[in-house]
């Protein structure tokens, strides 16, 4: 079960199991042969474009299509109005919400879908937009989130029947009342306001699909940049009143998804729709504009979290006030009974003695979603909250940071341990990955070069009044020490839309020996092909080299939720170690009949089943493939070949955790952060190969500086939104970027087969706090306890005056 | 993928090449170098020019030279030429300065100084560094040719003297021996349009100011020349109390918009802080060339 233990190499020089291999995919991507969406060309096939809502919340009065119809290279213009005499005008969403595929009444959102059109190439489609002609009739719009529940506040979605406000769910977690009681016996309260602004997952590829209906057959196929695509079959089923078992959908290469490839988009839906209605295959891309305005976004809550705890340290209590901003529709992707996803894991990873959370979720007049985006289900804006308030306590106290850390992070021998909201964390030695990572960071060094840091600050002139006086930089040192739940999840507690989350999987072994692995997961650059034939490796020690993974096409994998939460090898990864083994157990009856012997008299030594005592005798998986396709007479009741499948429905979620630590380089004068450090150290448990693992942390990393310090969709007070494109959005470059500094901590999980823990959002989870708190801390003489992300220059030099600004709204 | 409007496309093998398909097709043509400004505005349908008339053939046009008592560089010179430039290097480092915090390397092997100065965009870093030096652009139609004094050559953002069938054929930035000159800029991620940036250049004699140029990028029109402080810098001994008080006249001259890259009070204390950091540093430079 360790990955220390070393493991044979095959032929290929592969690990057969665990350990550090270079992914079987990147030969096709690093040659540019990867097969991407956009890269299908089909005969006949046609190109969409949709035309988009240049207002946040407006009336729809009239929509003119004839000039468009008459260009001559349009083959259909579809709006809502049409779709409405399909019955597709609407679409249900992943939360029980409806969405507009085409605005019809109203345009709720900029950047909403308003018409469709269907030519013979890309850019006649696009050119065709501008013929068509829309009368608005503007309405006040909801663009602050605090003001969405205010008396007279416009009503966004009137196509509700009798919505009166805009409001979407109230939903708490944890005992108010035991929470109540803590906060008033103790001696030290402190609260603190924290936005943690709307950000994008922005994949390298944007969304995209193409969908073709076949009037012959009535078989829809749609090739789909999705990272569900089981789940997609059964929604368009449910959307469009298309059979399932007449829907294939087929997720090719997928360049990045990060969550935002989880959801069904209007684009999507229109494109089946040009198919039904041209009989031709339509493809339908969107471009990088349109990606950042119109698809699902990530985070967006309005905190208010207060603090217990005794004048010593010890924390008591955690209280949490959301207002989480959901844009027009509601089209989160949650499980159905948490509305706010996993965020009430914010006790995090504290021994504390009661917690309570109050989530209100509202309609606003921007794009919908809130989906994933590498949160393990909120469990990022959680994380953010706790470490915040860690930190502000520590600025309350007095008391260094790491040590109020030590103080309250959970004990070995308190796991598995329920938390006060009710998650039961399957294993954990907190304590010891946090000295771990202070002593990679040399941590006490660090604190030692600040105060001296501090001190030539001052003495060359530096002063809160006037920062930039001589020159000296500020040093600023931030952890923070996260614990996900993560591999959605238990059917008992966990579905989307009544599908639970339960992944199937299938294994055939050719008689040859080489094998073919059927996932339900779908990899968007994580590495599936890889991780999950070296888990076939380590159960049947076949070479990972001749086992093929098959994932990403309905028709040819058996049912799953997709990859999302960093679900993928908790879940599905389990599913393969089990389908493994079962294969195992199969291979030990055939092994047993080929040696006419009992199963019993057999044992596994890696890739063969041999005899106890005589190990001399005995067959490898290979031969044992071969008899069980021949003529080799099986005991009764046995059926021949060597396969098998199982659905694999997690008894829990696992808890990867990790403690990470930032230091940053302040130019008082001018507001500018550079990250010069940052150490990560990870426990998810055994690393099945260690470089994809850390290929994850890198990114993940790098993802949280991003949010920490430039990213933010912002919009105007009118509701337009001011990050469409890269040169407005801003993604982090490897200039932004340290060389990370990685540790690892191994502590299994007791109930997944491999005890591996899942890892694939651990960094983008735990970094930003990382940041945020490394910023603050560099910010201490100016007495700045908080300021809202993203970082930017302008926002530090704002701090360093005492007066940070909101980052969601810019005022112009 | 974005897709421009529809447009035509010709290429030029010689300046009077472009300069007579400019006359024959209107004002609605465009010339395109690196195309790191036009092709995305055009992508994003802002800008839709009829045709295009593509320059990247005029090769006569790329060099970097020393004329008399003046530097010349063709229209054609990429970013990366000028980085590279001995004879920048050695004369002018703003240059280099700037050049390090344009962009990215893709950018800077395509785009162009005649691009980057007639886009006109009014954050562009090579416009206030022609402005410091107080540069002149030459313009050339198919009967004649003029210069332009840098500081005269924008009419408002985006907006220039080079009229529809004309086009920039060289820079030409005045030599001056000893001279020091820098650029300060902070932008909110490397390769980011400024928040604000500062160039500058002195000569100092006998430790007086004799002669400096301030340009601001960002904060107003393109290139913008801090006019009152230079005026307070020639004469005044060199040093901190002057630098302060330049910084001071380069704040209040500017003309910062508030929008997504901060609110117009901190461009303002950008332009001061960035302004006495480009003149400490243009002043060592004095010093270490010796003057």
Known sequence: M????????????????????????????????????????????????????????????????????????????????????????????????????LATDKVRFFGQEVAFVVAEDRYSARDALELIVVEYEPLDPVIDARLALAEGAPVIRDDIEGKKDNHIFDWEAGDREATDRVFSEAEVVVAQDMLYPRV?????????????MDRVTGQLTAWSTTQAPHAHRTLYSLVAGLPEHKVRIISPDIGGGFGNKVGIYPGYVLAVVGSIVTGKPVKWVEDRSENLISTSFARDYHMHGEIAASRDGKIKGLRVRVLADHGAFNGTAQPTKFPAGCFHIFPGSYDLDAAHCEVTGVYTNKAPGGVAYACSFRVTEAVYLVERMVDVLADELGIDPAELRRINLLRPEQFPYTNKTGWVYDSGDYGRTLEVALEKAGYTELRRRQAEG?????????????????????????????TEGVGAGPKKHMDILGLGMADGCELRVHPTGKAQLRISVQTQGQGHETTFAQIVAHELGIPPEDIEVIH???????????????????????AAAVVSQRVREKARIVAAAA????????????????????????????????????????????????????????????????ADICVVDLDPGTGRVKVDRFIAVDDCGPRINPMIVEGQVHGGLADGVGMALMEAIQFDRSGTCLSGSLMDYLLPT?????????????????????GVKGVGESATVGSPPAVVNAVIDALEPFGVRHADMPLTPAQVWLAMRGRPLRTDIVEM | MQTPAPFEYEHASSVDEALALLERHGPETRLVAGGHSLLPMMKLRLARPERLVDVNDLTDLAYVRREGDQIAIGALTRHAQLASSPLLASLYPIFQDAERVIADPVVRNRGTIGGSLCQGDPAEDLSAVVATLGG??????????????????????????????????????????GAGSA????????????????????????????????????????????????????????????????????????????????????????VAELTRRALRRAAARVMAGGA
């Open chain 1, 552 to 574: 990403g096409d309905t028709d040819n994998t058996p049912f799953g939720l997709g990859t999302y939460g960093s679900r993928s090898t908790p879940v599905s990864g389990a």
């Open chain 1, 595 to 658: 040696l006419e012997c009992s199963p019993e008299d057999l044992e596994w030594e890696l890739g063969r089943w041999q005899v106890k005592g005589d190990p001399e005798k005995g067959k490898t998986v290979a031969e044992i493939a071969m008899l069980a396709h021949g003529t080799l007479e099986l005991p009764e009741g046995v059926e021949g070949h060597l396969d098998a499948s199982v659905v694999y429905d997690p008894p829990n979620l696992t808890y990867p955790y990790g």
């Open chain 2, 183 to 270: 650029y300060e800029k902070v932008e909110r991620r490397p390769g980011d349009w400024a928040i604000a940036a500062v160039g500058c250049f002195l000569t100092v004699s006998g430790g007086v100011i004799a002669d400096c140029g301030i340009g601001l990028a960002a904060v107003g029109a393109p290139g913008l020349p801090a006019l009152e402080a230079e005026a307070a810098l020639r004469g005044r001994p060199a040093g901190e109390e002057a630098y302060a008080a330049a910084a001071q006249m380069a704040a209040a001259h500017c003309r910062p918009q508030t929008d997504q890259r901060g609110p117009a009070e901190y461009k303002r204390d950008l």
């Open chain 1, 2 to 101: 360790t990955a220390t233990t070393p493991v044979p190499l095959s032929p290929a020089g592969n690990p057969i199991g665990f350990g550090r291999m270079l992914r079987k995919e990147d030969a096709r991507f690093l040659r540019g042969q990867g097969h991407y969406l956009d890269d299908i060309k089909l005969p006949g096939m046609l190109h969409g474009a949709i035309l988009r809502s240049p207002h946040a919340h407006a009336r729809l009065v009239s929509i003119d299509t004839s000039a468009a119809e008459a260009h001559p290279k349009v083959k259909a213009v579809i709006t809502g109005a049409m779709l409405e005499g399909l019955k597709l005008a609407w679409m249900p969403t992943l939360s029980r919400d409806v969405q507009a595929v």
């Open chain 2, 136 to 177: 002149s652009l030459k313009i050339r139609s198919r009967t004649g040719e003029r210069v332009v004094a840098a500081r005269d050559f924008y009419l408002g953002p985006y907006e220039t003297q080079v009229g529809p069938a004309e086009m920039v054929t060289e820079v030409v930035i005045p030599i001056r021996p």
């Open chain 1, 200 to 212: 994008h997952p922005a994949p390298m590829e944007t969304c995209g699909s193409i969908a073709h």
């Open chain 1, 734 to 754: 490897s200039l932004d970027c340290p060389s990370w500094e990685l540790g690892e901590t191994v502590t299994p999980s007791p109930h997944h087969p491999l």
């Open chain 1, 454 to 482: 501090r001190e030539r600050w001052r003495a060359a002139g530096g002063s809160p009044e006037d920062p930039g006086a001589g020159g000296e930089h500020l040093m600023g040192i931030g952890l923070s020490f996260f």
